[in-house]
């Protein structure tokens, strides 16, 4: 019987500590499968998989960069010398184009003919550039070359200025718009809410009577738990107007939108974080102020900010940890263009909108979707960032404290 | 005892799965496939059909992967798409099911009423910046478009701008209804939606394919019968495998009561 | 000016803050209340969409979001509990312990849409649950799991140490202890940790997008592997998409009401519960 016991209570205890262990293994499997996916990005081709682009052997391009192809495609590079070829027009070839140039059943039933065609069409052409599928390359053709591949790079990916994943034949994986759309909203959302919600933790703390502050207490609460989309819902359909009619912009789905329902949002982090600070200044601290005939608003603002200043700094750098990682009601009522903010009352595109949005779309494990899992990592990095210096920083209060 | 009880469970499982269909692909055809669903299986209560978006992506993933019977697509498969799942052994059927129209709206208090379709790819590369280029007042053109790989965007990039890619930083929204509610808002704006989310909220543009000798209102007489000329089929995908599973919901929504809900729902019927 | 005024108005701009943000909070509310009220029926509770979106109920999302309540306090309350009782209890004061913390709060840092992201990768495409009700609560369970250990952690603190020491004198064994008087006394305050991750789950829709919710369902689902329709996700595909964005609003303002009641309604159950253990405890 009481050997039964001490097993049951190994087995409760290896149990425990299994439970013990699940939080720190959810996060290694998170940093696994976040990073193993996104930089799988950077040993993807920078042209779509699967595919190649050709040019004529008598070209004498040897190779061209992401943009350059883009470019190209979209018809803003027009002649081979602005990528340093000769003076000629270029003409872009694309795969399906085939299709209109020969009936279909000239390329055999399981289309076996196919690259012979298109070698055909490439050694007709000496000014063209093929996108075609590698599996039909015509690689007996000598008059084909075929343009080296080269992997998405670091540099292009944290320094591209274009975020367009699904231009063919050369997505565009530039993130910089989207970090600092990101940091632009989250920033002013700050702006906003720091005043705000110091004047009310002051409020509550130093001013409020017992029955105000069980009253407010409850209803910021209840603020924090109103679910992102619901707020996105009501920043579609009251605030995106409204800022639109008010301000007279051309457009309502701005930046300045998403600052403000993400102010609201983060309201309740920072009250009750610098509340808790304002709250544990000592007694004798309080006391001594007003002795010295300090009102009690001199030593608010002399004594207690001053003294719960690392409280205050640790609700700021949460409450931007709270912007950052919003969602939904981001990309309800921020517009999501991919551009680099440079006015509040313009549209901007977020890490997390972008994830929310693409993913769905994306097939899994292509340059596409490893590029969002590799958003996934940077978001992740930067709230990692931020919840240790908030821990820092409030470390620092508790240290004061004691 | 214990066997019969198994059997008689996996007996009930392959039986209700058998009866359940799932459809996921293309936001465009959500409510031609919802509202069908709902119908058909008023006729058969014995079907449960499920209905998910995603975008027409998702829905040939989602039939490569045998996650789902039925992938509605707003544009056709695409080659390699195509290659991929002769790789995995499955050869798909195609059924046209509807023509879906795009129509391209601004807002109701905009004076611009036609446009070719170079001034339209002018717009939506980036090119065309203000009204005034096109006949209109002098105000800043705001384009919006659905969110990237949706077949919508795929289709307007492949018909209206030939091939070329969209302005980065367009504004970009994450359904259809966003963008007419955004557009309704919004006077510079201007956007593509399908036939059936046109609104009074919204003003449509007549359209020129042949340099402004022509310009055409998008209406279902008028891509009925082929002016109109932004235009395109709305496809269902199956594999030939599960045939006999999804033929009755097929066979439905081709009969004249499933296009009955075709126009409803705003779409063009194929006969 | 002299300190006595400023005081004043510095005072009364604080008051109009405090105010400014129940304000807010009413504005929000107000408005869900005053255009979703008469869109609450017996019938858009029991009823499933109709028209497109456009007439009939929610009650297949209700139901969907019931299952996600259920699936991931099954998965995340029995290991959150037993992980705060072994951080608490047995690990002792050591680094280990403080390890655990620090990523129990990083895990409560991760932004929900992150959670999305390893959801299906994980859930969906490496274990091969595809888009199921499973997926979804492993999910949603795993994002409410620093909540539950965090709030069982503050009970099990709260426990003074002479009842522990108490208990083993008496010759009881540390799982007895546990069982028979740590736990019923943390107890209240472990359930109040529980009612608030069921608001939270209720509410979260960028962990659901990829690895659960559904635009349409006809039926209920009949196994975990099924999707399902749920609230928060509703809410969204009727708020940006759909044939007739004027005609499905009302149904839009009606689910968000439904979304709002069931997350306040938690909410507030939580800060009662509280409150009245918390009274009967110092009475005691």
């Known amino acids: 019987m009481k050997q039964i016991r001490q097993i049951i209570e190994r087995m409760v205890t290896v149990m425990l500590t299994l439970s013990g262990s699940v939080t720190s293994l959810a996060i290694l499997l998170i940093i696994i499968f976040l990073f193993k996916e996104g930089f799988g990005l950077f040993s993807s081709p920078s042209v779509e998989k699967g595919y190649a682009l050709c040019v004529q052997t008598s070209n004498p391009i040897e190779t061209l960069t992401p943009e350059q192809i883009k470019k190209i495609f979209d018809y803003e590079i027009t002649t081979w010398d602005e990528v340093g070829g000769s003076k000629e027009e270029i003409m872009v070839f694309r795969f399906d184009d085939i299709f209109s140039m020969y009936p279909e059943e000239e390329f055999g039933t399981d289309y076996e003919l196919l690259p012979e065609k298109l070698g055909e069409v490439i050694a007709q052409n000496p000014y063209i550039i093929a996108y075609i599928p590698e599996q039909y390359l015509p690689q007996k053709n000598t008059s084909v070359k075929t343009l080296p591949q080269k992997n998405i790079q670091i540099t292009d990916f944290f320094g591209g200025k274009e975020w367009l994943p699904t231009a063919t034949p050369s997505p565009q994986f530039g993130v910089l718009p989207l970090i600092m759309g990101t940091l632009w909203v989250s920033f002013f959302a700050i702006l906003i809410a720091l005043p705000l919600g110091m004047g009310v933790a002051i409020y509550m703390s130093e001013l409020a009577g017992a029955r105000t502050r069980k009253l407010l207490k409850p209803a910021i609460e209840l603020l924090a738990g109103i679910p992102s989309v619901v707020y996105g819902f009501f920043g579609l359909v009251v605030l995106v107007p409204l800022i639109q009619k008010a301000l007279n912009l051309p457009v309502g789905e701005t930046a300045f939108a998403g600052s403000l329902i993400l102010a609201i949002m983060a309201l309740p982090t920072i009250i009750t974080i610098a509340e808790d600070a304002m709250g544990g200044t000592p007694r004798a601290m309080r006391e001594a102020s007003l002795a010295l005939g300090a009102t009690r608003w001199q030593t608010i603002y002399k004594v207690i900010v001053p003294y719960a200043s690392s409280g205050i700094m640790a609700a700021v750098v949460l409450g931007i940890g709270r912007a950052i990682g919003e969602t939904m009601a981001v990309l309800m009522v921020t517009g999501n263009a991919a551009v680099m903010p440079n006015s509040l009352f313009q549209s901007v595109r977020t890490i997390p909108a972008t994830i929310a949005a693409e993913l769905g779309e994306a097939p899994a494990g292509g340059a596409h979707y490893q590029s969002l899992f590799l958003l996934g990592c940077i978001l992740f990095v930067i709230t990692m960032l931020i919840s240790a210096s908030a821990e820092i920083i409030s470390k620092r209060q508790h240290n004061k404290e004691i | 005892m214990k066997k019969t009880i198994l059997t008689t469970v996996i007996l009930i499982v392959a039986l209700f799965s058998a009866q359940a269909q799932r459809i996921k692909g293309s936001d465009t055809m959500l409510p031609l496939s919802q509202k069908a669903a709902e119908e058909f299986m008023k006729i058969k209560p014995s079907y449960a059909v499920t209905v998910t978006g995603g975008g027409s992506g998702v829905g040939i993933t989602a039939l490569l992967d045998g996650t789902t019977d039925l992938a509605q697509l707003s544009r056709k498969i695409k080659f390699d798409e195509k290659n991929k799942l002769k790789a995995k052994g499955k050869t798909v059927k195609e059924v046209t099911a509807a023509y879906d129209a795009l129509a391209i709206v601004v807002h109701p208090s905009n004076k611009v009423t036609n446009l070719t379709r170079e001034q339209l790819e002018g717009i939506f590369t980036g090119k065309i910046k203000n009204w005034k280029e096109v006949g209109g007042a002098n105000m800043p053109i705001v384009p919006y478009s659905r969110e990237t790989s949706s077949g919508t965007y795929e289709f307007f990039k492949e018909s209206v701008l030939k091939k070329k890619n969209y302005m980065s930083g367009i504004m970009s929204m994450p359904a259809t209804g966003a963008i007419i509610q955004s557009i309704s808002q919004t006077k510079g704006a201007i956007g593509y939606v399908g036939l059936a989310y046109l609104n009074k909220q919204v003003k449509a543009i007549h359209v020129s394919y042949d340099q402004g000798k022509t310009y055409i209102k998008p209406s279902v007489a008028n891509a009925k019968n082929k002016t109109y000329p932004i235009v395109r089929p709305l496809y269902y995908y199956y594999d030939t495998a599960k045939e006999s599973k999804v033929k009755p919901f097929i066979n439905y929504i081709l009969s004249a009561k499933g296009q009955k809900i075709v126009s409803q729902v705003g779409f063009i019927t194929v006969k | ?284």
């Not at chain 3, 312990?97 to 994980?122: D, E």
């Open chain 3, 1 to 284: 000016m002299n300190k006595k005024t400023k005081q004043k108005i510095a005072f009364i701009i604080f008051r109009i803050l405090g105010l400014l943000v129940v304000g807010i909070l009413f504005w929000i509310l107000g408005f869900i209340l005053y255009n979703g009220i008469g869109a609450i029926s017996w019938d858009f509770l029991t009823t499933a969409p109709k028209e497109g979106m456009t007439a009939g109920g929610i009650f297949p999302a209700i139901v969907g979001t019931l299952y996600l309540i259920a699936g991931s306090v099954i998965f995340a309350f029995p290991i959150g509990v037993m992980s705060a009782i072994y951080m608490n209890e047995y690990a002792g004061n050591g680094w280990i312990v403080r390890f655990i913390r620090i990523m129990t709060n990083n895990l409560g840092s991760i932004p929900s849409i992150v959670f999305g992201l390893f959801g299906m990768a994980l859930f969906v495409n490496t274990l091969g649950f595809g888009d199921s009700i499973l997926a979804g609560s492993c999910t949603l369970g795993l994002l409410v799991l620093p909540l539950i250990i965090r709030t069982t952690e503050e009970a099990l603190k709260a426990i003074p140490d002479s009842y522990r020491t108490g208990s083993l004198a008496l010759g009881a064994s540390k799982l007895q202890t546990i069982r028979r008087v740590i736990l019923p006394m943390a107890f209240p305050n472990v359930i109040t940790g529980l009612i608030l991750s069921i608001g939270r789950v209720s509410g979260e829709t960028a962990p659901i997008l990829f690895t659960v919710a559904a635009y349409f369902l006809p039926k209920l689902p009949n196994s975990i592997f099924d999707q399902v329709m749920a609230l928060p996700y509703h809410l969204y595909v009727i708020a940006t998409s759909g044939t007739d964005i004027e005609a499905s609003r009302p149904i839009a303002y009606g689910t968000a009401l439904v979304l709002i009641a069931i997350v306040l309604l938690m909410n507030l159950l939580a800060t009662a519960l509280r409150r009245y253990f918390g009274r009967k405890v110092k009475t005691n």
